[in-house]
């Protein structure tokens, strides 16, 4: 088949380059020349294990179009998903889909035969009911069909999450369109219950509702990580015997740093908006958003009391600055709170990430990248692991760290307490 990615950011990124590798043409299409040009010359402006290698091997064999034409894009293809931004507006919970808007007003004007429009970016109920008026004429003709195809792509595991998905959802009333879709994603679905076809605004649902819901759990386990830290208890065994049950499962039920990333924080805001338009009290979810944003808080303030209430002049290490390893994504990261604070305050900071210096640090005063993790900790007061990458699961801190009086305060809990303390390393960690 012939489709059209309108958007190279993450999701139309890779949602392009791994259908193109099923063997579809793609063409991905962008405002952003310099982007396209790099792409174009195999470069990918983010960090996602595999996928350049994939992205070059389609590109070769000239499946993979990368071009700022919407029109040829649009004309040449059958479905066209719209996989844009919809970032949280200013002073607001809202979704901002003033790009959505934009692309369904463009592509109207190109589409002289039937087309599948979907929606692939994440946007609030009814969004799609707003795309199909935008194109009434098209439908009237019925040379259009508006779907929701939400995607569910983890951030250092999107390459798998896309050939082995836990689900497919196709939001669509039209028999035509789902039959179409299920030809396209049958390579990959496996089982007939991977693939559910519902209602658009059911599908525009169902990804605010398992984001809600996961976001729920990452909260739900650190405020309990609380409560263990001032009981004596170990919060990695109430995890295991929470997710032994089936009903509940184990994964996101690590205690460690606020949620973050690019799905999260905004899906949880847009939802609760959404609740808001239709009169509707979403409890738990607003109090999810309120806890996870006091735990940016709440973990600086246990920083400055293992300091003894002293940050001037300490030196603080940070291991990893992105909201999660396997990605360079940095929307929403507990570190863009923690080290500007530390750094107002008079600490001095280094930090290693494997994807490299941050913009969002560059002009902080007192704040230093630095390129290698011996370097980053070679004098610290303190070693924040912020970020699980693999690189600092097996660390000798005692070779590293010359300041023979250092702490480390593992966010991750990677390390073991009571090898720390055979080791006489002060260890701090989340609810142990």
């Known amino acids: 088949m012939k489709l059209c990615m309108i958007g190279t950011g993450y999701v139309g990124l890779v949602s392009g380059v791994c259908f193109s590798d099923l063997g579809n043409t793609v063409y991905c299409v962008d405002k952003d020349r310099e982007k396209i040009d790099l792409l174009n010359k195999g470069i990918i402006p983010i960090y996602e294990p595999g996928l350049e290698e994939i992205l070059r091997r389609n590109y070769k064999q000239k499946r993979l179009i990368f071009t700022t034409d919407l029109k040829f894009a649009v004309q040449k293809s059958d479905i066209v998903f719209i996989c844009v931004g919809?970032?949280?507006?200013?002073?607001?919970?809202?979704?901002?889909?003033?790009?959505?808007?934009?692309?369904?007003?463009?592509?109207?004007?190109?589409?002289?035969?039937?087309?599948?429009?979907?929606?692939?970016?994440?946007?609030?109920?009814?969004?799609?009911?707003?795309?199909?008026?935008?194109?009434?004429?098209?439908?009237?003709?019925?040379?259009?069909?508006?779907?929701?195809?939400?995607?569910?792509?983890?951030?250092?595991?999107?390459?798998?999450?896309?050939?082995?998905?836990?689900?497919?959802?196709?939001?669509?009333?039209?028999?035509?369109?789902?039959?179409?879709?299920?030809?396209?994603?049958?390579?990959?679905?496996?089982?007939?219950?991977?693939?559910?076809?519902?209602?658009?605004?059911?599908?525009?649902?169902?990804?605010?509702?398992?984001?809600?819901?996961?976001?729920?759990?990452?909260?739900?386990?650190?405020?309990?990580?609380?409560?263990?830290?001032?009981?004596?208890?170990?919060?990695?065994?109430?995890?295991?015997?929470?997710?032994?049950?089936?009903?509940?499962?184990?994964?996101?039920?690590?205690?460690?740093p606020a949620y973050g990333g690019s799905c999260f924080p905004k899906d949880t805001r847009a939802l609760l908006d959404t609740a808001k338009q239709f009169s509707t009290n979403l409890s738990i979810v607003n109090s999810v958003i309120n806890s996870n944003e006091k735990r940016k808080l709440l973990l600086t303030k246990r920083v400055k009391k293992i300091l003894k209430n002293n940050f001037k002049n300490k030196k603080i290490t940070f291991l990893g600055v992105t909201f999660k390893p396997n990605t360079d994504d940095m929307r929403e990261a507990s570190s863009l709170f923690m080290i500007p604070y530390f750094a107002k305050r008079g600490s001095i900071i280094n930090y290693f990430d494997p994807t490299g210096s941050k913009k969002e640090f560059s002009k902080i005063k007192r704040v230093f990248y630095k390129s290698d993790i011996k370097s980053a900790c070679y004098n610290a007061d303190i070693v924040i692991i912020h970020t699980e990458w693999n690189e600092f699961k097996f660390l000798n801190f005692k070779n590293l760290i010359k300041n023979k009086n250092f702490k480390i305060f593992d966010l991750r809990n990677i390390y073991s307490p009571n090898k720390m303390k055979k080791n006489n390393i002060s260890y701090h960690a989340i609810g142990r």
Do not use: H, W
């Open 86 to 256: 919809t970032p949280t507006k200013k002073n607001s919970n809202s979704a901002d889909l003033k790009y959505v808007f934009q692309v369904a007003n463009e592509i109207k004007k190109y589409i002289s035969k039937y087309k599948i429009i979907i929606t692939k970016s994440t946007v609030p109920v009814a969004t799609g009911d707003k795309i199909e008026k935008i194109l009434q004429k098209l439908k009237k003709k019925k040379i259009v069909d508006v779907v929701s195809n939400p995607e569910f792509l983890r951030e250092g595991e999107a390459i798998k999450d896309f050939v082995s998905p836990d689900r497919v959802i196709i939001g669509t009333a039209s028999d035509k369109a789902n039959k179409i879709l299920k030809s396209l994603y049958l390579p990959i679905v496996k089982k007939t219950s991977r693939y559910l076809r519902t209602s658009r605004r059911g599908a525009e649902l169902i990804k605010y509702a398992s984001n809600g819901f996961l976001a729920t759990k990452i909260t739900f386990i650190n405020e309990l990580a609380n409560l263990c830290e001032k009981t004596g208890v170990d919060i990695k065994d109430i995890s295991v015997g929470m997710g032994s049950d089936e009903r509940i499962g184990e994964r996101f039920l690590r205690a460690g």
